[in-house]
């Protein structure tokens, strides 16, 4: 999947900017910003992440590694999707902290994210939700952590397209009552272009918009998302400005890159 959708040209600068500084890049709703989780507990441990997995290119799925049961993606899910505490001191868990089992996030014909139960073709889908406390009425840094586990590359690789898609169908869009994504852009990159180490990618730019007592506060809203064989991984990142709060980049490329490495460890062809 190689399209980048019309309109997102004009963003194709910035995009690819934040990209590269993001390491080769990594992130928003594949699974992210949805209604009415329920929290979850860890089923498994991630190993390490190995120290050379960005060089090693392609991603090349061991088919004996590969989940076949919904508890088997579920558990590779966890294993796979960032903690609170694994994006940096003094995150925490939002509540609830992660999705209900089960469920994965669709954007609905009236552009606004929800819940609902996994369609045949997906195995399991996990998202977990964190903050960074700013303090002084300065509101949070809000982090998302996702991973789908597709039952194929195909599958994977088509809710990539749609995900496109979806950004020029909607380039607005609401994620739960009192907050929205608006000026929605993205741009798609394949394989071997620049830093990317996944099978597919897809970088999307907005500005969240939350409203307080009546009034609209904006931030910017960075999300990632990288496809290894069938599975999709995601981190979006929202509320980054002000004195105090760390770079989007930084935070995102953090969690893209370290997801990622997992993911290869779990699921990679052994040497």
Not at 41 to 53: I, L, N, Q, V
Not at 106 to 120: F, G, I, K
């Amino acid at each position: 999947m190689t399209t980048t959708r019309p309109g997102a040209l004009r963003a194709a600068a910035p995009l690819l900017a934040f990209c590269v500084l993001a390491a080769g890049c990594s992130a928003a709703p594949d699974g992210g910003e949805s209604a009415s989780p329920s929290q979850g507990s860890p089923s498994a441990k991630a190993p390490e992440p190995s120290r050379s997995t960005e060089s090693k290119g392609a991603f090349a799925a061991d088919p004996d590694r590969l989940p076949r049961t919904r508890a088997e993606a579920l558990a590779l899910a966890r294993a796979v999707a960032f903690r609170p505490e694994e994006w940096g001191a003094d995150f925490v868990a939002l509540a609830p902290g992660e999705s209900a089992p089960g469920t994965w996030a669709v954007l609905d014909d009236d552009c606004r994210w929800s819940r609902e139960p996994l369609p045949d073709g997906v195995l399991a889908a996990v998202s977990r939700y964190s903050e960074l406390p700013l303090g002084q009425g300065r509101g949070a840094v809000r982090v998302t952590a996702a991973v789908t586990v597709h039952t194929t590359e195909a599958g994977a690789d088509a809710r990539l397209s749609t995900t496109l898609e979806e950004a020029m169908r909607c380039p607005e869009q609401e994620i739960r009552a009192g907050e929205r994504i608006t000026e929605l852009n993205s741009v798609g990159r394949p394989a071997g272009q620049g830093q990317n180490y996944s099978d597919d990618s897809i970088f999307e730019m907005g500005t969240h918009v939350r409203t307080v007592d009546g009034r609209a506060l904006t931030s910017p809203y960075h999300w990632t998302v990288d496809r290894l064989g069938p599975v999709t991984i995601a981190v979006s990142v929202r509320g980054t400005t002000g004195e105090g709060s760390p770079e989007a980049t930084s935070v995102s490329s953090h969690g893209t890159v370290t997801m990622r490495s997992r993911l290869v460890d779990l699921l990679g062809e052994k040497p």
